[in-house]
């Protein structure tokens, strides 16, 4: 069940803001900021002692890694919590397959095909896909309304003496497509006691003789220890003429029951018919051609026609070579009792346990009619030939039952005479020769569930493409509208840029007065101090003195814009981070649409996604684990809104994590902020892109870093 | 001999060059970051409707397997 449970999970939870509102994660928080600011107050000059600062460090070393453990904690309790285990069967197995097939894969491409360990793996996946399928199976006999079947689950063969009941479908009245009319109701209604109990005689024997067949068939099925449709059709016949039988003598004891009470000896409407005669006797019975006559008479004397002949002759000869079938049948069943004794108790008690019909009394009373009654005995009739039909059938297959077991047994008389002149240990050949047939059938049956795996495959590998194609239409649009919001935006950047531009050239030219001006009073300082007329020197004194004005005043705007202008510059780098973050979501839709486009492997997509995901620090400073370069591109990115502290990024560098475990890090330190929230849906989804394989491929993945 | 009133008119010339360059870079400014601001909403609908859109395809996927 955890294997089930731990399947269906994400691989990566949509992080929420109530998480951060957890009181262990606020309280790891303070302590860690407390932590931090101890080393900030130590290596700011608090204190020269490198023991305290060190200790310090540590301890706020301490407090981050609670802090990271305190999130995986929180994390998994909240995800935890919102997972739902699955209930359905159907679902909990194809989730164990999933998980099982994913290990396989990642086990596959890590270690190769022929690895003893990825082979073992490989065994395993069909049984779990067959418990898929039986877990089908099952479910939709359930909402079917029946038992459970013998399914690949459970490792039984469905023949025909171990099936239960819903495998053998036995028809009713209304759903067998033949006209199972209750037998002997006209006789019933019309009969007198007499009449009464010779039907009930007839009847009787005729059930008896049903039993026997069905429990012949039984004993033949055992012996050929597999499956034969013709079989089970007879045997679903014989099933329903049971019940018709059945139903038939509830009803003639109900109506001799009412006699009884009302004293009523109905007058006889009909001449005196012949009673059940010795044709009708039970062998003739099963094979169906004493019946078949009974029948037909019983129509034809409503109608007043002559009656059939019998063929007596045909009917012994059948009745012979049904014994003879039955005694070899016995002769295997005692064979098949080795091995399948269990299978014959079984479709014992289903024989036993098969559901009755309700018995309905008095069905044809309110029928006056010959002629209805002549329809139903016509319809009798037919049912009759039928029976007739298939226990020559039956007969014709013991038959060739009865020369096979003979066959068999020649076969197996040769075998012990091998046996007895080789020494050889019994008859384990001919059993291993039946083993390995019935393996073969259950091999076939094999087959046949894996076709049937294979198309279930198929058509979920449709629908994922579907999914797929579905998803990328989606990020399509949203790609698209996201464009259309962007690119305003980056077009009025481009032009803000310029101004700044500008307004650092036109600062730029102010300074180089500023500069000329300086190189003027230099200039006229040094020719004061060489001339030597009053004149001049007073010019000159004049000069400097009005420059010197001057460049008081351009040092003043100078410092004054200089500001002004490198705030500007500044703010522009921050809008510039904006953009480029909004940028960057659009553009890992794009690569997400265009490897789908590809329709790239799911290494490709997985590394498409993977890329925009978790990019690693792309600079050979930050891949060195440099702080300093990490945080240049970090504050491109994110501006002022999230300043990170250096120490903690070269310790967080220095570890390899991916740039989102550090944006995790760094927002489990500083807090949620604006900027992250729109953001981390679409990395969700790109998450569950290709969420067949390639999420498996990164839980593998994911369980394998060591913690 | 050094031209004062060329010196004077060229330092005023270039103050109202410093002046119009900064002032159109803090209007620009002003108005991206405005328009950012703006539209972060809009994004942020654009991409929570698309998040949604893809859940309900997952949900009916998952149905559907």
Do not use: C
Not at chain 1, 55 to 72: K, L
Not at chain 1, 660 to 671: F, H, K, N, P, V
Not at chain 2, 10 to 36: F, K, R, T, Y
Not at chain 2, 46 to 52: D, G, H, I, Q, R
């Amino acid at each position: 069940m955890n294997e089930s449970i731990e399947g269906t999970r994400r691989e990566k939870p949509v992080i929420k803001d109530e998480w951060f509102t957890d009181p262990r994660v606020s309280e790891a928080a303070e302590a860690l900021r407390t932590a931090q600011a101890a080393v900030e107050a130590l290596e700011a000059g608090e204190s020269r002692d490198a023991g305290t600062i060190d200790a310090a460090r540590e301890r706020a070393q301490h407090a981050r890694e609670h802090m990271a453990r305190v999130w995986e904690e929180v994390s998994a309790d909240k995800w935890q919590a919102e997972e739902v285990p699955p209930t359905d069967p159907v679902e909990a197995a194809r989730v164990m397959y999933q998980a099982k097939r994913a290990e396989y894969d990642a086990l596959k491409e890590e270690k190769g095909a022929d690895d003893p360990e990825v082979l073992a793996l490989k065994k395993v996946l069909p049984g779990l896909v067959a418990k898929i399928s039986a877990a089908k199976r099952k479910a939709r006999k359930a909402e079917e309304g029946a038992d459970e079947p013998a399914g690949a689950d459970t490792g039984r063969t469905p023949d025909v003496a171990a099936a239960p009941a819903p495998e053998l479908d036995v028809p009713s009245a209304q759903t067998s497509g033949t006209e199972l009319v209750p037998v002997g109701d006209e006789e019933v209604v019309d009969a007198d006691a007499g009449d009464l109990a010779d039907v009930h005689a007839r009847l009787s024997e005729e059930l008896a003789g049903v039993h026997r067949a069905l429990a012949s068939i039984e004993r033949a099925a055992g012996v050929r220890g597999e499956a034969d449709p013709a079989a089970e059709s007879e045997a679903r016949q014989f099933l329903a003429r049971r019940e018709q039988l059945t139903a038939a003598l509830a009803r003639i004891a109900a109506r001799a029951a009412g006699m009884a009470e009302q004293g009523d000896e109905q007058p006889r409407k009909r001449a005196a018919r012949p009673r059940a005669s010795a044709a009708a006797s039970p062998e003739a019975i099963a094979t169906g051609s004493a019946n078949t006559g009974k029948l037909d008479e019983m129509a034809d004397d409503q109608t007043g026609l002559a009656p059939h002949p019998q063929n007596v002759a045909e009917e012994r000869q059948q009745a012979v070579r049904r014994r003879r079938a039955e005694k070899s049948a016995e002769k295997g069943a005692e064979r098949q009792d080795r091995h399948e004794g269990a299978a014959q108790q079984e479709a014992g008690q289903e024989q036993r346990s098969a559901p009755e019909q309700p018995v309905r009394v008095g069905l044809f009373s309110d029928y006056g009619d010959r002629m209805s009654l002549y329809f139903e005995s016509r319809r009798l009739g037919k049912d009759a030939r039928e029976l007739e039909r298939k226990g020559k059938r039956l007969a014709t297959l013991e038959e060739e039952l009865a020369a096979l077991t003979g066959e068999l047994d020649a076969d197996d008389e040769e075998l012990q005479g091998i046996r007895r002149r080789h020494k050889l240990p019994d008859r384990a050949a001919l059993w291993r020769a039946k083993d390995e047939e019935v393996l073969k059938r259950k091999e076939d049956r094999l087959r046949a569930q894996i076709d049937e795996v294979r198309r279930d495959v198929e058509l979920l590998q449709k629908r994922v493409e579907a999914h797929e194609k579905a998803g990328v239409e989606i990020v399509e649009r949203a790609a698209k509208r996201a464009d259309a919001i962007i690119a305003p935006q980056q077009v009025q950047f481009t032009e803000m840029t310029k101004r700044v531009d500008d307004a650092n050239d036109a600062l730029a030219r102010y300074r180089g007065m500023l500069e000329t001006t300086e190189r003027e009073i230099a200039e006229m300082t040094d020719r004061q101090n060489n001339v030597t007329g009053v004149s001049a020197k007073k010019e000159l004194a004049y000069l400097l003195q009005h420059h010197a004005m001057l460049h008081k005043r351009l040092q003043h705007h100078v410092d004054t814009w200089s500001v002004r202008v490198a705030r500007l510059t500044a703010e522009r780098d921050r809008l510039g981070g904006r953009i480029a973050e909004r940028a960057s979501v659009v553009e890992g839709m794009k690569q997400t649409l265009e490897a789908a486009a590809r329709g790239g492997s799911s290494a490709e997509q997985a590394a498409a996604a993977a890329a925009h995901e978790a990019p690693r620090p792309r600079s050979p400073e930050l891949e060195r684990g440099d702080a300093g370069e990490f945080m240049r591109v970090w504050n491109g990115r994110y501006g002022e809104s999230l300043p990170l502290d250096a120490g903690d990024l070269s310790n967080l560098i220095s570890s390899d994590p991916t740039y989102r475990e550090i944006e995790t890090a760094a927002r489990l330190r500083l807090g949620w902020k604006r900027g992250f929230v729109w953001k981390l849906p679409i990395l969700s989804w790109l998450w569950s892109f290709r969420t067949n394989r390639m999420l498996r491929q990164m839980r593998h993945d994911f369980l394998k870093q060591p913690r | 001999m050094f031209d004062e009133e060329a010196f004077e008119a060229e330092i005023a010339q270039a103050e109202a060059a410093l002046v119009e360059s900064v002032g159109a870079a803090e209007e620009g400014i002003s108005a991206l970051e405005a328009a950012l601001d703006a539209s972060d909403g809009e994004l942020r609908d654009v991409l929570e409707s698309t998040y949604k859109a893809l859940e309900a395809l997952d949900a009916v996927h998952r149905e559907d397997a």
